[in-house]
């Protein structure tokens, strides 16, 4: 699926499974855009609403009306983020 979506298939993928993706882009502008407009066009061939953003060197893209997770798979993603330790 990811070759048949090009370069951005795997944050595509990556939106669609966990309802965001959030890309660390340290590069120009044209290129932020390119990814920005790529993400919309890929989710609007799926009918998938989303809204993206770009600020601070971070581009980002959010599903909007997404279903709510699971109980199990909700409780799984807070145990998995909490479970490393956070130290400064």
């Known amino acids: 699926m990811g070759s048949f979506l090009g370069p951005l298939g795997p944050d595509y993928q990556e939106l669609l499974r966990r309802g965001h993706v959030v890309v660390h882009a340290q590069t120009a502008t044209a290129e932020k855009e390119f990814w920005r407009q790529g993400m919309r066009r890929l989710a609007r061939s799926d009918k998938v ?6 600020k601070d060197g971070v581009v980002y893209a959010v599903m909007l009306d997404r279903p709510a997770l699971p ?6 993603m807070l145990e998995a983020a909490f479970s490393h330790d956070h130290r400064d």
């Open 49 to 54: 609403r989303i809204r993206t953003g770009d």
């Open 71 to 76: 109980l199990a798979e909700a409780r799984e």
